[in-house]
């Protein structure tokens, strides 16, 4: 089955950028999604299709995708980006979501 | 507004059955395949199964084929997520959400519904 592997942990000032990755086989010939789950709360889509943002959602997350490795950027970091964040990829030939093994931010 | 809303926490004892529901507001519930998620520590974010309201279409991941039932009553804009027999490692926290129109990712998430197992 399809693997995809995420950086436990990320730290990162306030003010600075924050890359979260998300690796997997030839994952730039899929499309990548980004949650964010803050502790406590359900997840929220905050990137799909590599690099669209949902409505409500921030310019300063974005995301990139190429080769075997996705990118989710988080740009002026604020403390209230604090929170674990997963990639998501679609298995279309068994209709079957898989996610990444997670990544939490902390905001120093 | 979306909105998916979930049935409240639930603590089981090993053997006893379970139905956990998901209740959308907002939108054309038919029309949106609504999924299930566990959550664990140990492994994270788990994608079950999933159910097309509309006819009742129902896929499962292969982990979870016979150990649990996913069904949908669109007359009450309700889906359910139900156990026969429990077991402790069934203790996690479950989470329904609507799949885009694409079908490719899912947004909004039920607030989660906490499901314990234990003697």
């Known amino acids: 089955s399809y693997v995809l592997t995420q950086p436990p942990s990320v730290s990162v000032a306030p003010g600075q950028t924050a890359r979260i990755t998300c690796g997997g086989n030839?994952?730039?010939?899929?499309?990548v999604h980004w949650y964010q789950q803050k502790p406590g709360q359900a997840p929220v889509l905050v990137v799909y299709?590599?690099?669209d943002r949902p409505s409500g959602i921030p310019e300063r997350f974005s995301g990139s995708n190429s080769g075997n490795t996705a990118t989710l950027t988080i740009s002026r970091v604020e403390a209230g980006d604090e929170a674990d964040y997963y990639c998501?990829?679609?298995?279309?030939?068994?209709?079957?979501?898989?996610f990444g093994t997670g990544t939490k931010v902390t905001v120093l | 507004e979306v909105q998916l809303v979930q049935s409240g926490a639930e603590v089981k004892k090993p053997g006893e059955s379970l139905k956990i529901s998901c209740k959308g507001s907002?939108?054309?519930?038919?029309?949106?395949?609504i999924g299930w998620v566990r959550q664990t520590p140990d492994k994270g974010l788990e994608w079950m199964g999933v159910?097309?309201?509309?006819?009742?279409?129902?896929r499962y991941s292969p982990s979870f084929k016979g150990l649990v039932t996913i069904s949908a009553d669109k007359s009450i804009s309700t889906a359910f997520l139900q156990w026969s027999s429990l077991k402790a490692s069934d203790t996690a926290m479950y989470y329904c959400?609507?799949?885009?129109?694409?079908?490719?990712?899912?947004?909004?998430w039920g607030q989660g519904t906490l499901v314990t197992v234990s003697s």
């Open positions: 959400a609507r799949r885009g129109a694409t079908m490719e990712w899912s947004d909004p």
């Open positions: 907002g939108y054309s519930f038919s029309n949106y395949w």
């Open positions: 159910i097309y309201p509309g006819d009742s279409d129902t």
């Open positions: 030839n994952i730039g010939s899929k499309s």
């Open positions: 299709d590599d690099s």
């Open positions: 998501q990829v679609w298995d279309s030939s068994s209709d079957h979501y898989v």
